[in-house]
């Protein structure tokens, strides 16, 4: 895995590389993620997806696929305006991504196109109501979701 | 309605909406139960066979990584090593040592060799727990006392080095907490010496012991193509033949100097992942005497301010289970912006799905423990049989209870 | 009610001896439970007292519960303890299932399980040792009476 192949693969979804000390980040619009982060995985060796993590970052939500390809993360970002939390899903390619694209729809509200497991609850309790922010967006308080949840 | 036919299609029945069909590789979506109680894994029965599987997780989620957002850098590592109550170094390792990151500060050496010992000690005490457990799932009684009872020299080596026995608040920002006591490494290495004997006698009853091997030889079998489709972690990646551990891809800590050896096995069942796991928790007592020979001497820790300078990292470990993967981000304050992170479990549920598929219920103690899981996980478990249209919860201790009646009938334990 | 509805005489003195339990985790990180499952193991070697675990809570006198409360296990708590014949006890271990331990102010926890079920005995510690955990066992059952007239002595 190396900076040049990354840029190829940024060079086809139109997307930028950006490098840190440990990791490569590859930025794409959010359509193009699926492809990305099926170029990603298709690169010679072994691929892991080590997980997917989002940030809130005030008006939109900033989601990274995280891709060990044993010696540098290869990082996939992507951002997300939350008035419209929508991302094609990932699984197809990348069957591994079920459980981590479950957990970000439930703890930040975003929607994952195609992914099965986007009915119901996942790791909130199933009384957590529809209306309320997700719980890890910054609009959302610790002390009101408990009186929610009646955990006083 | 549904057809008994092979491929069978069920849909939307007195489970609740649900829909299943037996070709399909991925899972299924959450199932409103039909069940009162909230069930941890929904076993579809067909037959004697289960033929789906449908977790639910979040039994264990208690919001950590929206309530670290509002503790101190230092305060975290106390509650990021109560996430796990039997990896919890791991993750304090996971959570400290990607902070340090984001710094400038190199931490000293003997630190980092501290970090290594108590690591490696880490992993015999939950090695030596889930050989205990599969034991005891097994019906093999026996080998679970006295390897708990061995178990306990490894917990009294981390009582004496870091002041607990489970949740050791040992790793700092910056390095460890404590040094070495007066007269520790020498009783390390005599303390690794003995259990290193105890586990090459265990390895040798559990090899000629025939009612073990009928319960674990061929079950729970995967292979190379599960592991690479749904990004398996630790000792079950491993069971395969792929020869990965974050120690050796990407040292951390000591792990550059005292070099871990990679277990590997490739029949993919239950039988090489005692194997491993014993192998591995041989090695970790080799390397706990390596790393008290090469110990250097110098500061245990260096003192670093308590505002983070701004940045991202990730930081992943090698825990007794798996890859243990933490994304820290810091606006520069004293407390974290974001603190991200995926148990070696949660990456393994899928895999723990793929094995459970084709067995019968007796087995699914031991099958299930092969993923080793959390221990509440094994508490309640719904099971839903097809064919006869029934549907009823069982408790782990009850399924193990049933596990060795079934095989205690056909010959195997006595 | 608890401790004090146990019956005086040669079942008391033969309940005494005798503590089945049958253990809940309640969200829990399961560092209380290896130690409750450390006390069953020969170092410390609750089983020479009578203490059994057992598969189902129809069996129990003593119910031991870990860990915090997560709404999704509050019903099944609850459950669990309607199942339990007379007469039973409940015993809280561990910081989380006194008050909520580390995770007081979690979203999804955090708070203790006498919200939810009588408790009778509260051993705190995170996680307490398993000589705590005996220790403390050991102070409830023998709180038992074996006359009627002690009774009201009972310290739990």
Redesign the interface.
Known sequence: MSVESMQAIAAETGGTVTT????VFLNVSREKVPEACAKVAAMPG?Y????I?A??LGDQIAV?Y?F?K??T?A?VKTLVPKTDARIPSI?PAV??A???EA?VKD?MGIFFDGN????????????YPTDAPA??RRE?D??K??KM???? | MSDNAEGAHYTESSAGLMEYSAESAMPFGPVHPSLKEPEYFKLILEGEKIVQVMPRIGYVHRGIERAAQDRTWVKNVYLVERICGICSFSHSLGYTQGVENLTQFEIPKRARYLRTVVHELERIHSHLLWLGLIGHWAGFDTLFMWIWKDREHSLDLLEAITGNRVNKSYSTIGGVRKDLPDGMAEKLKTEAGFIEKRLNYYDGLMKSEETFAIRTKGMGRINQEVTRRLSTVGPLLRCTGIPRDIRVEDPYAAYDEVVPEVMTSNDGDIASLVSIRLNEARDSCRMIKEAVDKMPSGDFKVNIPRAIPAGESMFHVEAPRGELFYYVKSAGGSTPERVKIRTSTMANILTGVEMLKGHTLADVPVVLTGMDPCFGCMDRIAVLDVSKGKEWSIGGEALRRYGIDYYSKRGGNK | MGVASFKSGLTAWARKRSIWVFHVNAASCNGCDIEILAALTPKYDAERLGVELVPSPRHADVLLVTGTMNPLMKDRLKTVYDQMPEPRLVVAIGACALGGGVMRDCYNAGHGIDTVIPVDLYIPGCPPNPEGIIYGILKLVTGIPDKPEEARQVVS
């Open positions: 840190s000390k440990k990791a072994y892991h997806l080590s997980t993590t940030l809130d990274l995280h060990w044993g010696k993360f990082v699984t069957p591994a079920v459980f981590y957990e703890l099965p497991y986007m009915k119901g609850r996942f790791v909130l309790p199933d009384e719980p890890l959302a610790p002390a979701i408990r949840l009646k955990l006083e």
